[in-house]
């Protein structure tokens, strides 16, 4: 967990290759390059899920406004 935290570290606020984290950490170039390609499936996952839920919400409010708007006549 600690070699991932790292990588994912130094490729976003340092932005070093995959050889230069590879050689930092201790791990192939190939292990570290996984370690991100994971994380950013995880991340565009997570954020689709959130958008989807989102715009879910805001349909089932419009809906609910829609329906006690023709209530009320």
């Known amino acids: ?3 991932i935290k790292e990588v ?3 490729k976003y606020k340092m932005d070093f290759s995959f050889r230069r984290i590879a050689k930092s950490v201790g791990i192939s170039a190939s ?3 996984d370690y991100f390609k994971r994380f950013e499936i995880i991340l565009m996952s ?3 899920f ?3 839920r ?3 919400c805001i349909y089932v409010l419009n ?3 829609y329906i006690s708007f ?3 006549f």
Do not use: C, S
Request: avoid cysteine; charge should be positive; charged fraction near 20%.
């Open 54 to 56: 989102f715009h879910y």
């Open 8 to 10: 994912l570290k130094l």
């Open 70 to 72: 023709y209530k009320t």
């Open 46 to 48: 997570l954020v689709e």
């Open 31 to 33: 292990t570290a390059l």
């Open 63 to 65: 809906w609910r406004n």
């Open 1 to 3: 967990m600690k070699q």
């Open 50 to 52: 959130i958008l989807f």
